[in-house]
DNA sequence: CCAAAAGTGTTGACTGTACACCCATGT
DNA sequence: ACATGGGTGTACAGTCAACACTTTTGG
């Protein structure tokens, strides 16, 4: 038996878990595949790397294609490599999983024919491949982040209420957490500044606006 | 241009960082290369899959034909793609973790021709690719692991004295532990069972010898 | 003036940390 | 008897969780 014949040659592709929230709702990015394997089923945004490309690029180019949006905040997940994944043949796929702040969701004019919809993480449809599997590796990924890190900020506008901040935090980790000890805690954290800034318009008292100090990602002891 | 021309077309392989624990030094398995590139130069355990072969299959399978050793705890660590690691093109490595007590460290009578030898991750060799990089990425997952998991019992032997378990705490985080402190957080943990025998031989007061309840991975809200 | 969301402190329980001495054995 | 590592408890500080009322606005 020739040498080369006892390898396998999988192919390897990449694909992303964008998350964002809408109306108190944890939301993933998904797109209607338009051929076969899995014709009509819904599947993450993902595909083969391009010549020259490294795994970071061809997430930027994912995400820019089918959401139509650059600079989210994303990360390397898992790699699946389940031989039964695709009834193609071998498939590798990196997964990432990238948050942005709904305000960013721009699905005009996309460079992609495919059509991007954001779906409740309550309620997905019936998912291609083993991108059902996938998308909770990363919902338990982001309920880790969000207790030990601030990546919260990458679901938020840049100027955000308490308020705000608390919802995603109640969403995401699916329970109610007090007022005060919130508030408290980010107090005592420090990563806020007061924008002395106010939102008015709902029919009750005005909130004050907020603003990461440092929008980069940290890593404290414990936030939750 | 033909479509297939547009896609990278990469390699893929697995590579394991293998720890263990001898003489207080933390120690990482590694081979001399006796081909090129990086003749000579040491590297992690690594290869291409098999026809057939699940990426952990293939990490038992090197673990084994390496280090002579069966069924120890491993994990997927991160995938690396960098586009110049290899330079005879694009190679993608899903890189594990594993973890062994040394006593099961069995080099004689190995499948595998190549010279495997442990070294202490304070002085390693001049390494092949990127595989200092990632030692220093899975000596960082081990350290957050140690603190948040019972995985230390993967470096133990089936039995054991406290001293030995905060020796390897100590060794690993790099830093002193307080005794009582120590066998209190374990004693309230209620992880471990006194095995009723005891460890003499030492020039000074015998030591309990306990054993995990349950040796499973279990996470756990802090350790240390 | 009423509805709606914003904002604000205190207490008790628990957890982490610092710290020093006696005990059982081998030589 | 002494050297060596094994084994044990207390007190203080910091953190977490529970809990209810007043304030400011829009309608």
Redesign the pocket.
Known sequence: MDKKDQYLNPSLTVDVVVFTIVDGELKVLLIKRPHNPFCGFYALPGGFLLKGETMEKAVERLIHDKAGVKKIYFEQLYTFGGLDRDPRGPVFSVAYFALMPKEKIIFADLADAQSPEFWSVKKLPRMAFDHGQIIKYALNRLKMKLEYTNVVYSLLPVVF????LQKIYETILEKKI????F???F??LNLLEDTHK???????????LYAFKHPQKETL????
């Not at 209420?161 to 705000?164: A, E, G, K, P, Y």
């Open positions: 209420t308490l308020t705000q007090d007022k005060r000890n508030r408290k805690k107090a005592q106010i939102l008015k318009g709902d029919r009750a008292r005005p909130a004050k002891k414990k936030f939750f």
